[in-house]
């Protein structure tokens, strides 16, 4: 399914590169997140593009989703973004300030997804 991020229709791009780093999490393949890690570390500039749109897509999501409350909150837990946009602005800051991190290679995985890196792993 794999996209270039200049083709991006919308929200459901990086939800798809989510649920599928999550199931080859849950199956266990190492291989597959390591092929974004190992992009993260050459801080490969496509993958770099794919996280900065998917950060900048699923963050617009969540502000759209949660509008004045997230804004407005009195508490704060209406004012935290959600699991998955703070995993994708995180795997992309990382990225950008060249210091990506070994935690988030699922991520970098779903990143590299989405650039068609891994789609055979």
């Not at 900065?52 to 989703?65: C, V």
Request: charged share 30%; net charge neutral; glycine share 6%.
């Amino acid at each position: 399914m794999h996209v270039t991020p200049e083709d991006w229709a919308g929200i459901e791009h990086v939800e798809a590169a989510y649920r599928e780093a999550v199931r080859q999490m849950d199956k266990r393949n190492e291989r597959w997140a390591e092929i974004g890690w190992r992009a993260a570390q050459r801080r490969d500039e496509k993958l770099l593009r794919a996280l900065s749109k998917a950060a900048e897509t699923i963050t617009k999501f969540d502000e759209d989703q949660r509008g004045r409350t997230r804004r407005c909150a009195e508490r704060l837990s209406e004012s935290i973004e959600t699991t998955e946009t703070q995993l994708f602005q995180a795997a992309y800051t990382t990225l950008l300030s060249g210091k990506p991190i070994e935690n988030l290679k699922w991520i970098y995985g779903a990143g590299a997804w989405l650039c068609g890196y891994n789609c055979n792993a």
